[in-house]
Each structure stands twice: as structure tokens, then as C-alpha cells.
């Protein structure tokens, strides 16, 4: 099997480059991507979780989930601040278990 070196990688990229123009290849890149996202989304089967989103915040729980999981956390008397859905679901699943134990 032959392997591409540097340089042939350098002239597909000129010859990249003279085709299109500097002014295209951003779209192109931007397009390749969102094919090679598009592809793996569809051959996993997994939906990927957007990138936007913030450790607080769960791509998974809506806002009215999440008012009813804080809500039920306070009932509970379990501490919300700091905490991401996925840990206060976790927290009243457990609390949850240990009651039912009892």
C-alpha cells in the first residue's frame, strides 16, 4: 500500500486551493464536517449532544423537568446549588431507594 507523504499532501491542497479559491474553502470545510457528523450520527445510531451547552445544563431535560426534579430535590431535602441534572436525578433516585428499603 502506498503511503502519501507530505508533499503529495501539499500538492493535493494547492490543487485544492487553485480549484476552488481561498474564499470557498471555509464553506467546504464547514460542509465536509457537518457530512462526516451527519454520517456518524446515522451509522451509530446515538444522537450527538451539541457542543453549546453547559456542564449545567442537560441537553436531555427539558425546563419543566428540570423545575420538577429541583422541586422534588427541595422536598427531599437534597442540596441543588452547583449540581447538574444528572446529579440531582441521581441523588432522588437514591433517596428514593433507601426510603423504600425502610
Known amino acids: 500500500m502506498a503511503f ?3 508533499w503529495e499532501i501539499a500538492l493535493i491542497l494547492a ?9 470557498k474553502l471555509p464553506e467546504l470545510a464547514k460542509a465536509l464536517g457537518d ?5 456518524r450520527q446515522a ?10 451547552t453547559t456542564p449545567a445544563q442537560s441537553p436531555q431535560f427539558k425546563p419543566k ?4 426534579l429541583i422541586e ?12 447538574t441534572m444528572e446529579q ?7 433517596a428514593a ?3 423504600t428499603k425502610k
Do not use: C, D, H, N
Not at 423537568?65 to 420538577?68: A, C, G, Q
Not at 440531582?88 to 437514591?94: A, G, H, L, V
Open 4 to 6: 502519501i507523504g507530505p
Open 15 to 23: 490543487i485544492v486551493l487553485i480549484l476552488f479559491g481561498p474564499k
Open 35 to 39: 457530512s462526516i457528523r451527519q454520517y
Open 43 to 52: 451509522s451509530e445510531g446515538v444522537p450527538t449532544t451539541p457542543t453549546t
Open 65 to 68: 423537568e428540570s423545575e420538577l
Open 72 to 83: 422534588t430535590a427541595k422536598k427531599l431535602g437534597i442540596q441543588t446549588e452547583g449540581k
Open 88 to 94: 440531582i436525578s441521581r441523588e432522588i433516585t437514591e
Open 97 to 99: 431507594s433507601q426510603s
